[in-house]
């Protein structure tokens, strides 16, 4: 299962993103294994990034998505894709991907 993991920074020891739409990275994880980094595009900006954030991670064929908090436009984004998600906070994102 290919899984996206809001982070904080660049490494699976980094704390899981409080903000879904606005986190500075996403962690793609495949297997268990970390496969891509993606730096957040959408981070900055007007409204609408957790579409935004729902649409690009739909692009990479990710299945589920881990975030501390996914607001309301990012998670009717995320079920229209189908895309299955959690909210998951205060732990690292290496602790998110055991516990899925």
């Known amino acids: 299962m290919k899984v996206a993991v809001a982070s ?7 704390l899981v993103s409080d903000e879904g739409g ?10 268990g294994e970390l496969v891509k980094i993606l730096k957040n595009p959408f981070r900055v900006g007007g409204g609408g990034a957790g579409f935004a954030v729902a649409e690009l991670l ?3 064929k990710v299945e ?11 998670d009717g984004a995320l079920d229209a894709k189908k895309i299955e998600h959690s909210e998951i906070s205060g ?3 290496a602790e998110a991907i055991q516990k899925i």
Do not use: C, H, Q, W
């Not at 606005?22 to 297997?31: D, K």
């Not at 589920?64 to 990012?74: L, R, T």
């Open 8 to 14: 904080e920074n660049k490494t699976a020891g980094s």
């Open 22 to 31: 606005r986190a500075p990275f996403y962690l793609i994880f495949e297997n």
């Open 58 to 60: 739909a692009d990479e």
């Open 64 to 74: 589920f998505v881990v975030a501390g908090k996914i607001g309301g436009n990012m």
């Open 91 to 93: 732990i690292s994102v």
